[in-house]
């Protein structure tokens, strides 16, 4: 997996690529994210899923941990264009109105 972050005007965005399946990718992840919103504060934190592959619970996991550190940085999570398997995925665990998902 691999993440590309864009600042813009309050807003964050970021892309996401390939498989979110945890481990090493997750792990850097969840740093650069830090480091992006402790830097500059921004309202609104948008991750771009269209380009994600396979999600499994890791690759959810690490979802839910961006909305948290979003938060807690007081800027609102929304995921944008999840996949089919990632939709289902969230319908399943009953996530898609936590994430925000459009």
């Known amino acids: ?3 590309t972050f864009k600042p813009t005007l309050g807003n964050l965005h970021i892309s996401l690529k390939g498989d979110l399946i945890g481990g090493a990718d997750a792990m850097k992840f969840a740093v650069d994210l830090r480091e992006q919103l402790a830097g500059e504060h921004f309202e ?5 899923a ?3 592959g396979f999600v499994n619970s890791s690759g959810l996991g690490m ?4 909305r948290q550190t979003a938060l ?4 609102e999570f929304r995921l944008n264009a ?3 398997q990632l ?3 969230l319908d399943v665990t009953k996530l898609t109105e936590i994430l925000g998902a459009a």
Do not use: C, F, K, N
């Open 72 to 75: 807690e940085h007081g800027a």
């Open 87 to 89: 939709r289902h995925l």
């Open 63 to 66: 979802l839910i941990a961006a």
């Open 50 to 52: 269209a380009g994600a």
């Open 44 to 48: 609104h934190v948008e991750i771009d």
């Open 1 to 3: 997996m691999t993440s």
């Open 82 to 84: 999840p996949g089919d």
